[in-house]
T-cell receptor, first 110, second 111 residues
Framework: NAGVTQTPKFQVLKTGQSMTLQCAQDMNHNSMYWYRQDPGMGLRLIYY???????DKGEVPNGYNVSRLNKREFSLRLESAAPSQTSVYFC?????????FGPGTRLLVL | QQQVKQSPQSLIVQKGGISIINCAYE??????FPWYQQFPGKGPALLIAIRPDVSEKKEGRFTISFNKSAKQFSLHIMDSQPGDSATYFC??????????FGKGTRLHILP
């Protein structure tokens, strides 16, 4: 039982490049989330998905898109990366009010 | 109205002392108040949580105190240990499963 897994662990992009952050959970949870964590800013919700086939914007969705591919997988896409998107990205899934977080993806945009 | 305000930003406590982190909220629609603990290089993990109909919850050395009328809640860590050194986030949950996090408190316990 791996819990929530994220790939890649670390990525460097140039401004304007695109990439997809992958997230998968093996706990059969309905709800999944993408957060970004920046120093002094806490965790800010980018997008979330209450169930397979549904997605909704969070606090900071601009510049991102998401896909809930199936119940297990929830991906986050940066179409044209900007330096302001340099951050640590966490995926989470939840059941009965508890959120379970992945190990994070550290993204640097030059 | 969706904010959760957390203080202090950082905290240094002697080993064996009491660590106290405070949070305040505005939105009365929140129905669940968890605290998450995060070690460097790791994702946050649930530490302890409370519902607004309870004034206090204790789990081992960790206690949440909740004041519904003041819209405030706090985490107390008794007999603080170096292994408790981490970043702590308070949070509040809406009924639709969205969680709003505070900005975090970096706690350092001196050996």
């Amino acid at each position: 039982n791996a819990g929530v897994t994220q790939t890649p662990k670390f990525q460097v992009l140039k401004t304007g490049q695109s990439m997809t952050l992958q997230c998968a959970q093996d706990m059969n949870h309905n709800s999944m989330y993408w957060y970004r964590q920046d120093p002094g800013m806490g965790l800010r919700l980018i997008y979330y998905s209450a169930s397979e086939g549904t997605t909704d914007k969070g606090e900071v969705p601009n510049g991102y898109n998401v896909s809930r591919l199936n119940k297990r997988e929830f991906s986050l896409r940066l179409e044209s990366a900007a330096p302001s998107q340099t951050s640590v990205y966490f995926c989470a899934s939840s059941v009965e009010e508890t959120q379970y977080f992945g190990p994070g993806t550290r993204l640097l945009v030059l | 109205q969706q904010q959760v305000k957390q203080s202090p930003q950082s905290l240094i406590v002697q080993k064996g002392g009491i660590s106290i982190i405070n949070c305040a909220y505005e939105n009365t629609a929140f129905d669940y108040f968890p605290w998450y603990q995060q070690f460097p290089g790791k994702g946050p993990a649930l530490l302890i949580a409370i519902r607004p109909d309870v004034s206090e919850k204790k789990e081992g050395r960790f206690t949440i105190s909740f004041n519904k009328s003041a819209k405030q809640f706090s985490l107390h860590i008794m007999d603080s240990q170096p292994g408790d050194s981490a970043t702590y986030f308070c949070a509040a949950r809406f009924q639709d499963d969205k969680i709003i996090f505070g900005k975090g408190t970096r706690l350092h316990i001196l050996p």
